[in-house]
């Protein structure tokens, strides 16, 4: 959606997608918004919510099966296992995403990995065509007058133009741009606390063959889970820019992330996002 500065501080219900990778200041930003006003749409809480809901549990309650004491009570139905996904706290998706590696460790069979990163994929696509359904919703039901959409960092890898042309049409699109100076740091945080992420397939497998011959491995199964997840990150994280810029060149506006560190009240927000209209014509 494309409007002017005059046109965004005049619209009475404002729709906002926020686009960046993580660390840029996604969450800290939507916390500084009135919760009372705006309505905070998380894709990863939606993610795993509704559409990998199943999924997680049967991957927690497989891992119960392996421990006597609890696959007894599982099977007799004395207990059951329940998520507890919050905005704050994603880790049953991440969880469920797995790290590829030796099974020894932890680690998913290339199959399973490649399995699981295909529902999140079907899943996050789900969500994010969500959007136009949740502002209604925000504001017809609960009364919410503002709507921020925080989408998860690899809206930019699901190679779906349908997805951005809903975003776009129904949400002022947002990109956080992480300048050069910051940039190693948060791949160097990234690395030292390894996470599971989305990978687009290609990109997969292209750098694990790199990986693979680097390291001399034969099987997926020999790679300590932890070590792929780190060796690829920076690439990841290289790869995504150009296509995070894409984006908020063709539909919607990039605001700095030093810039939105600084922000204190919605009215700083508004005033960033009106700045990067001006400087971004239409």
């Known amino acids: 959606m494309r409007m002017t500065p005059q046109q965004f501080l005049a619209w009475e219900s404002k ?59 599982l099977r007799s139905d004395s207990i059951y296992i329940c998520n507890n996904v919050t905005v704050d706290n994603l880790a049953p998706v991440s969880s469920f995403l797995g790290k590829l590696g030796d099974p020894d460790k932890g680690g998913l069979s290339l199959q399973e990995f490649k399995r699981r990163q295909a529902l999140h994929h079907q899943a996050e696509v789900a969500a994010m065509n969500d959007v136009p359904d949740f502002i209604r919703k925000a504001e017809s039901i609960y009364g919410y007058k503002h709507f921020i959409n925080d989408a998860g960092g690899s809206v930019c890898e699901l190679n779906d133009p349908d997805v951005l042309k809903t975003l776009a049409d129904n949400t002022v699109i947002i990109y956080i741009k992480i300048p050069v100076s910051r940039q190693q740091m948060l791949i160097e945080r990234a690395q030292k606390s390894p996470k599971p992420l989305y990978y687009r397939p290609e990109f997969v497998d292209e750098k694990l063959a ?73």
């Open 15 to 73: 729709r906002i997608t926020l686009l960046a990778m993580s660390g840029a200041g996604k969450t800290r930003l939507s916390s500084k918004l009135p919760k009372d006003k705006w309505f905070h749409y998380s894709g990863d809480y939606r993610i795993g919510t509704k559409y990998l809901e199943e999924p997680i549990l049967d991957n927690i309650k497989q891992q119960a099966m392996g421990v006597p004491f609890l696959r007894d009570l």
């Open 210 to 282: 790199e990986f693979m011959q680097l390291n001399n491995y034969t099987s997926t199964d020999q790679i300590p889970p932890d070590d792929f997840v780190s060796w690829v990150f920076p690439e990841l994280f290289q790869a995504r820019l150009p296509r995070y810029e894409a984006i908020a060149e063709q539909y919607g506006y990039t605001v700095n992330s030093e810039d939105v560190m600084q922000i204190k009240t919605e009215n700083d927000f508004l005033q960033l996002v009106a700045n990067a209209m001006a400087q971004q014509p239409n």
